[in-house]
């Protein structure tokens, strides 16, 4: 008789983002004449830009010619692209990061996920908490979290390092000495984001214990604030102690097309084995390449054109994530993020997250995002997402702050 990974049995209930789903198809059918409004899942709602369709039809055409047809592509991608990406996300700001050490994927949540098995089993992870629910999953399924608590919600072989109110939602060093560190910056779904001295204390720190530091950038294209790095490889020693991954979901809106990239810097190494080769291996293994229709569209984001469009739609998520923080703390919700970010964070006050789901649902007839699902010190909290449309934005304030009014079924 075969047999199952049993390491996928201690999984705990089902995928935050399913069981919304579930819940708002049920009450959309049990009400359809209610207009439902969804700041939940973090999906862009905007259209390509034209530089990129216009990038996409002509690589199409080109596929349908014998002469410009493209097969698989190479393990890493393109050059094309990759080396757009160096001179663009790195040279740029100074990083000595190379083309041959950027890896194109088919998105950053695949390679956060993946990234784990190049470790071994015993590795002892570190997760902010909240954390994207991805980090501490994929981990699950690699037989490395120990048992987990459903009472406290936690991990018995994970790190968690509470990120509060209390220190600004900022992660601080673990008593614990992990082998793997996850940061998400600027984080989901806190909306927080790191200094450069922040940050160089957790390069420093990985340095000194021999920890890798994996570092989430998915969120880059919306950081305001000078004093907060693009990418981790603006801080000194960042090559020898981390791992960046990047997505054109959220700055290009390809959460349709799929396409982001992992750098794996070559003085990355543990003992005498360079982490690159490692991944190198498994990349060609088991992906066979992003298409490159959609490798071309990712190099028309950094076109003059493309990059003017693409942040022009940033900006409109990033006013959508201002009118959402301002106006619920007009109407005296206690609220954080907002800024470098499109995630606004928000208090429940008496509810729990879950409560405060099912009461927005019922009487705002808003979707967002249980804190709780995040982690042990999400609970308490809700994310919004500037991702809707701004009328739609507009119009869910609205809705919020007359249930603060009114008290709604309260």
Same mark, same amino acid.
């Given at each position: 008789?075969?047999? %199952?990974?049993?390491?996928?049995?201690?999984?705990?209930?089902?995928?935050?983002?399913?069981?919304?789903?579930?819940?708002?198809?049920?009450?959309?059918?049990?009400?359809?004449?209610?207009?439902?409004?969804?700041?939940?899942?973090?999906?862009?709602?905007?259209?390509?830009?034209?530089?990129?369709?216009?990038?996409?039809?002509?690589?199409?055409?080109?596929?349908?010619?014998?002469?410009?047809?493209?097969?698989?592509?190479?393990?890493?991608?393109?050059?094309?692209?990759?080396?757009?990406?160096?001179?663009?996300?790195?040279?740029?700001?100074?990083?000595?990061?190379?083309?041959?050490?950027?890896?194109?994927?088919?998105?950053?949540?695949?390679?956060?996920?993946?990234?784990?098995?190049?470790?071994?089993?015993?590795?002892?992870?570190?997760?902010?908490?909240?954390?994207?629910?991805?980090?501490?999953?994929?981990?699950?399924?690699?037989?490395?979290?120990?048992?987990?608590?459903?009472?406290?919600?936690?991990?018995?072989?994970? %790190?968690?390092?509470?990120?509060?109110?209390?220190?600004?939602?900022?992660?601080?060093?673990?008593?614990?000495?992990?082998?793997?560190?996850?940061?998400?910056?600027?984080?989901?779904?806190?909306?927080?984001?790191?200094?450069?001295?922040?940050?160089?204390?957790?390069?420093?720190?990985?340095?000194? !214990?021999?920890?890798?530091?994996?570092?989430?950038?998915?969120?880059? +294209?919306? %950081?305001?604030?000078?004093?907060?790095?693009?990418?981790?490889?603006?801080?000194?020693?960042?090559?020898?102690?981390?791992?960046?991954?990047?997505?054109?979901?959220?700055?290009?809106?390809?959460?349709?097309?799929?396409?982001?990239?992992?750098?794996?810097?070559?003085?990355?190494?543990?003992?005498?084995?360079?982490?690159?080769?490692?991944?190198?291996?498994?990349?060609?293994?088991?992906?066979?390449?992003?298409?490159?229709?959609?490798?071309?569209?990712?190099?028309?984001?950094?076109?003059?054109?493309?990059?003017?469009?693409?942040?022009?739609?940033?900006?409109?998520?990033?006013?959508?994530?201002?009118?959402?923080?301002?106006?619920?703390?007009?109407?005296?919700?206690?609220?954080?993020?907002?800024?470098?970010?499109?995630?606004?964070?928000?208090?429940?006050?008496?509810?729990?997250?879950?409560?405060?789901?099912?009461?927005?649902?019922?009487? +705002?007839?808003?979707?967002?995002?249980?804190?709780?699902?995040?982690?042990?010190?999400?609970?308490?909290?809700?994310?919004?997402?500037?991702?809707?449309?701004? !009328?739609?934005?507009?119009? +869910?304030?609205?809705?919020?702050?007359?249930?603060?009014?009114?008290?709604?079924?309260?």
């Amino acid at each position: 008789m075969f047999k %199952i990974n049993e390491n996928y049995q201690k999984l705990p209930g089902s995928y935050l983002f399913s069981t919304i789903a579930k819940k708002v198809a049920a009450y959309q059918q049990a009400h359809p004449d209610k207009k439902i409004i969804r700041l939940g899942i973090g999906d862009v709602t905007l259209p390509l830009v034209p530089a990129v369709i216009q990038a996409i039809h002509k690589a199409a055409d080109e596929m349908g010619q014998a002469e410009t047809f493209h097969g698989y592509a190479p393990d890493l991608g393109y050059s094309f692209l990759r080396e757009t990406i160096a001179e663009n996300d790195y040279k740029k700001l100074g990083c000595d990061i190379e083309a041959d050490e950027i890896f194109v994927s088919d998105g950053a949540k695949s390679d956060c996920g993946n990234i784990q098995e190049i470790f071994s089993e015993d590795s002892r992870i570190a997760v902010c908490d909240p954390v994207y629910p991805v980090y501490v999953d994929s981990n699950v399924m690699a037989g490395r979290t120990g048992e987990y608590d459903a009472e406290s919600g936690t991990w018995s072989n994970v %790190i968690y390092m509470p990120c509060t109110a209390e220190n600004g939602f900022v992660p601080e060093l673990p008593k614990e000495t992990p082998d793997l560190i996850y940061l998400c910056v600027p984080n989901n779904p806190t909306g927080t984001a790191l200094t450069r001295d922040q940050l160089k204390v957790w390069v420093d720190y990985a340095n000194r !214990e021999g920890a890798v530091i994996l570092y989430d950038a998915a969120y880059e +294209a919306y %950081i305001s604030d000078e004093d907060v790095p693009h990418t981790i490889y603006e801080i000194e020693g960042a090559r020898t102690c981390a791992i960046e991954f990047r997505s054109f979901s959220k700055k290009a809106g390809f959460t349709g097309v799929r396409l982001g990239f992992t750098v794996v810097p070559k003085d990355l190494k543990c003992k005498d084995v360079p982490l690159h080769a490692l991944w190198a291996r498994r990349h060609g293994t088991k992906f066979n390449g992003a298409p490159y229709i959609e490798q071309r569209a990712g190099e028309a984001v950094y076109s003059e054109e493309g990059n003017r469009q693409v942040m022009e739609q940033v900006a409109y998520y990033k006013r959508n994530a201002r009118v959402i923080y301002d106006g619920l703390k007009e109407a005296g919700y206690t609220v954080f993020g907002g800024v470098n970010s499109p995630y606004v964070w928000l208090k429940t006050e008496e509810m729990t997250s879950w409560e405060f789901f099912d009461y927005l649902l019922e009487y +705002a007839n808003v979707v967002g995002t249980p804190g709780s699902g995040f982690g042990p010190s999400g609970e308490g909290y809700f994310r919004l997402t500037g991702f809707g449309t701004y !009328e739609n934005t507009v119009e +869910a304030v609205e809705r919020l702050k007359a249930l603060r009014k009114t008290g709604g079924g309260r």
